[in-house]
């Protein structure tokens, strides 16, 4: 690896892209403070769904990070530049997270004076432990996302290299992962319908975030890859694998909750689903079905489709749509049980959140090699993204 390698920046389109994104996101937040000011529908719903969005594309590239660290594997090498920058945005999710502090009871009826959860779940549903589980969860977050960075200096051998990563935090960050994750899907999805419940919605969601961690990590790699080689198709014929994989392990998550549900036919339960099947959200259910799971499962089945960047990126990029379908079906219909609605608030929301959150992620992603005392750069972010990808 030469030393003019690990210095080369992004390429051109995604630099472009990432400048856009910054734009849009700028537009779309002055839209959405016009849209608050001038009294419109509630915004919070359609604000709260892309959070969790990019949230989620977050949370599922730490755990690709700790996968590959436990494991190895040549994939890592052609998603390693977003893996390994999306590790620096849990400090812009947290601060996009703030507007939502100010609308907690409009999004969750148990926190209304009066409308406090049964008294099974009041100890839990409570807005104080609600709110200690939360910072606790993002804490844990900015703490695993900090030691699991190849390019910090506690990373490094002697010489400035790239030291093997130990396995520790990785096995222990798994854990704290699924934990805190779980945690997450339950308070800020499931208690919006506080008397619903589902034992394998946690593990559903953590499939979902890293299925889309995975399809920003495909494209943003086809965009990087300097030109497609034999070693290059083998790298991406390992990432069609491992998204065929989750696609199916989705599918098959998602069928089992809403055939256990609906063998057991609890009004609790049914009335989670009745919204989003019995009225004209069944639309974008079609539509997740066809997204999420035939579409890609079907397309991936060919590993010529697998071995070229281009095919593949655009079966992810179809994914990343549906990931974000699948949040807004998650939380809309809670607050829009009559039908699909699409309000103005809802692409200001996306501009905003998503906007600033991706154009924060290209900046990681062109952050530049350290180099060290003795003048020869080290391998970090800036080496992944010129040349693993």
Known sequence: MNAAASNRPASPPLTRLGLASLAAGGIGALLLIVYVASGGPAWA?????????????????????????LTGGGWGQAAGPMLEATLRTFPVTLLLAIPLMFRLPELFAWMHPGEAADPGRAWYLSAPFFAVRGFACFAIWLALARLLRRDRPQARGAHGTEAAPPRAPAAVGFVLYALTATVAAVDWIMSLTPEWHSTVFGLLIGVGQVMSALSVAIVVAAMLAPGVDETLR?????????????????????????LIIWIEDLPADIGWYLPRTQTSWSGLGLFLAAAHFVGPFLILLSREVKRRPAALAAVAGLMLVACLADAWWLVLPTFRP????????DLFALLAVGGIWFGSLVRAVQVPAPVPAHGQPQEGIGRHAGQHA
């Open 45 to 69: 719903p359609s604000y709260l769904a892309v959070w969790l969005f990019v949230l989620g594309i977050s949370l599922g590239a730490m755990a690709l990070v700790i996968v590959h660290q």
């Open 234 to 258: 083998r790298r991406f014929h390992d990432l069609g694998k491992l998204m065929l994989a989750l696609v199916l392990l989705w599918a098959y998550l998602a069928f089992m909750q809403f």
């Open 338 to 345: 009559h039908g699909l609605e699409i309000r103005w608030c």
